[in-house]
Nanobody, 114 residues
Framework: VQLQASGGGLVQPGGSLRLSCAASGSRFRVNTMGWYRQAPGKQRELVADISSDGSTTNYADSVKGRFTISRDNAKNTLYLQMNSLKPEDTAVYYC????????WGRGTLVTVSS
């Protein structure tokens, strides 16, 4: 399985971005998936996860109410809608299974700055 995140960029505080993560192979649809981020000098953290059928989602307290995770199993793609972005959201964002069982793919850099 290969994972490739995209959609990052430079955005002002209060702005929005939508991240995508494309997964190869057919195992995507049977796995709980998560979005992770790693800020400079910090450990990678889970920010949101979604069940295999999309019916259940969970969020870190730091992003609750601002981020929305979703998935399209027909397209093997995971999404993260990020609204009301803050400078502390600056990080490289990755996707993986909830148990981090697949090789880490290329992340996408999100920079929130004025």
């Amino acid at each position: 399985v290969q994972l490739q995140a995209s959609g990052g960029g430079l955005v002002q505080p209060g702005g929005s971005l939508r991240l995508s993560c494309a997964a190869s192979g057919s195992r995507f649809r049977v796995n709980t998936m998560g979005w992770y981020r790693q800020a400079p000098g910090k450990q990678r953290e889970l920010v949101a996860d979604i069940s295999s059928d999309g019916s259940t989602t969970n969020y870190a307290d730091s992003v609750k109410g601002r981020f929305t995770i979703s998935r399209d199993n027909a397209k093997n793609t995971l999404y993260l809608q990020m609204n009301s972005l803050k400078p502390e959201d600056t990080a490289v964002y990755y996707c993986n299974t909830f148990f981090q069982s697949w090789p880490w793919g290329r992340g996408t850099l999100v920079t929130v700055s004025s």
